[in-house]
């Protein structure tokens, strides 16, 4: 019976609306939700029963008849699509290191029982043996951990920086960890020499260096002006005892700008002579450069021989002693920075993120996560910025979820206007077949 076929479509417009109430009170619920995105529905057309296909016109000489179109009843509305809005949610500052924001796309990468996974929320922290996890649930997150040599050792650059692993594992950062100590092989010396200075006259400067084992040590310079005009005798001592210098007489120019020599050394080998044992590393060209002058900057970076007082004095020295965290912050690039108590900052891990060719076809798995489905593509895995330029980390701070209340209540009320009409369409089709029976009787 015709009328049987309203209930139906009412039946399909009320479970239609449901679920379209279903994901609005998702998304309501979930406006707090650190990295949360939204979801919509869109309705399609049920089949429609054909009571006529058309047919074209027909016409002779002018006669005949024109075309008709095709006659079709619909049967109701069903769900077409719950797509995900995966733009960007605002960014929340926080005051935790390791909450990490996502600016642009992509997706941290987190390891739950050997089962990868991919979420924008990274409220983050370390467990118990140092591995960076999901504070929520214990997965673990993805990076670049720092490249050990056979012996334990950090590996080094050329520059001292640590070397990082490019193999995607659990990132840890060991709660021992320790900045290694680091020989003293550059240090530099400016300031002034007094063209007043008369022979005889000795300038003494001191600074403390460090040896292969981070242990302190005093090294001393003596400027001995000489019955030369512009030209002092250097000696060096370490601990109070002589070493020898490769250099041994300093020379100005007549405008009181150094002339030579730019730069001395002393031999590690004579350092552990002097001190009786071998705490400063030999091998590997490790001697101590002193500098004395910049051939860029013979004024404020170097050594002169102007009028005034007596000013020259160590500056600087690249050495260190070992030391302990004391803290971590993450930068745009994702790398880990750590803070020692002695005055280092070193890189520690670097985590990575995905990117997916269409993330809208991720499938969400709940706790803030999403696998990999047939249509999200496979996962691209880099670093933001140097391998993903439009995507930044950013640290002390959390993605809230992009779900806009206004928009959510807006369409809340449209969905049960419409719930509420399919359900009048069920009322008044009962009343007509109330009807039919009323006309037998």
Do not use: C
């Amino acid at each position: 019976m015709g009328i049987t076929r309203s209930l139906t479509t009412g039946a399909s417009a009320m479970r239609a609306q449901q679920n379209m109430f279903d994901v609005l009170s998702d998304n309501i619920a979930n406006v707090n939700t650190t990295g949360f995105k939204s979801s919509r529905a869109t309705f399609g057309d049920l089949f429609s029963q054909i009571y006529r296909y058309g047919k074209s016109p027909s016409t002779n000489l002018g006669t005949g008849e024109g075309g008709l179109n095709p006659m079709q009843f619909g049967l109701g509305v069903q769900i077409g699509a719950i797509t995900k809005d995966m733009t960007q949610g605002t960014i929340e500052s926080t005051n935790r290191p390791l909450d990490l924001a996502l600016q642009g796309d992509g997706f941290f990468i987190v390891n739950q029982n050997g089962r990868e996974y991919y979420t924008r929320a990274g409220a983050f922290t370390r467990d118990l043996n140092g591995f960076l996890v999901d504070s929520a649930t214990g997965a673990y997150v993805q990076g670049y951990n720092l490249n050990f040599d056979s012996n334990g050792r950090i590996l080094k650059d050329s520059n001292g920086g640590n070397i990082l692993n490019p193999k995607v594992e659990n990132l840890i950062i060991p709660p021992d960890i320790l900045s290694a100590p680091r020989q003293t092989q550059k240090i530099s010396i400016s300031g002034n020499l007094s063209a007043a200075n008369e022979a005889g006259f000795t300038r003494t400067t001191s600074i403390n260096v460090y040896d292969y084992h981070g242990n302190v040590h005093s090294i001393t310079l003596n400027f001995l002006k000489t019955e030369n005009e512009n030209e002092y005798k250097i000696t060096a001592e370490i601990n109070g005892v002589a070493v020898p210098l490769s250099q041994t007489t300093i020379k100005f120019n007549n405008d009181g700008t150094l002339n030579t020599p730019l730069n001395a050394v002393i031999n590690a080998s004579d350092l552990n002579t002097a001190i009786g044992s071998n705490a400063f590393d030999a091998t590997g060209n490790k001697n101590i450069n002193i500098q004395f002058g910049d051939a860029n900057n013979l004024i404020s970076g170097s050594l002169t021989n102007f009028g005034g007082a007596n000013s020259a004095t160590f500056k600087t020295q690249d050495g260190y002693s070992a030391g302990d965290l004391l803290s971590l912050n993450v930068d745009q690039e994702g790398q880990i920075w750590g803070s020692f108590s002695n005055g280092q900052s070193e890189i520690l891990g670097q985590v990575v993120i995905a990117k997916f060719t269409n993330p809208e076809g991720l499938l969400k798995e709940g706790m803030n996560y999403y696998s990999v489905a047939p249509n999200s593509g496979l996962p691209v895995i880099g670093t933001a910025v140097s391998s993903f330029q439009s995507t930044k980390i950013t640290s002390n701070a959390l993605e809230q979820s992009n779900v806009d209340l206004v928009t959510e209540f807006t369409n809340m009320i449209t969905t049960q206007r419409a719930y509420e009409a399919a359900s009048r369409i069920i009322l008044t089709s009962d009343q007509m077949i109330q009807q039919l029976g009323v006309i037998k009787r």
